[in-house]
């Protein structure tokens, strides 16, 4: 193996726009086109900086509440505060060693992880 290629979480049908306004919008990954025959299945692909996160469409979908993508950012405090101003919850976390980090869920129930490591951007 040379690299993690992509994380796949799940979302119940229909779900897309609230994915897209969460990912993209929020979060600022690139959505990115999915192949014609896998485009038939639903979901939405999208691109960070050398990583992918997909979210597929899941019949019978539960939400990831332990298994979660893990997202570094240069600062953290300002992506919280970016998603506490969109009214999306979070939860602070001081237990790893090195990185300031929250959990917060996707629109779906998912969870999600924003870390940024100590000392970077003052923080």
């Known amino acids: 193996m040379t690299t993690l290629h992509h994380v796949q979480v799940s979302c119940p049908a229909d779900g897309e726009t609230a994915v897209r306004a969460f990912y993209g919008d929020l979060l600022g990954l690139v959505e990115v086109a999915k192949p014609a025959e896998l485009a038939k299945r639903g979901g939405v692909w999208f691109r960070g900086d050398g990583y992918e996160l997909h979210v597929g469409v899941e019949d019978g979908f ?62």
């Open 62 to 123: 539960t939400p990831a509440r332990k298994a979660h993508p893990a997202f570094l950012v240069a600062d953290v405090d300002a992506k919280a505060a970016l998603l506490t101003r969109a009214g999306v919850a979070l939860s602070w976390d001081s237990d790893f060693p090195a990185y300031r980090r929250f959990h917060t869920h996707d629109p779906h129930g998912n969870r999600v992880e924003i870390l940024g490591e100590l000392g970077a951007s003052g923080q």
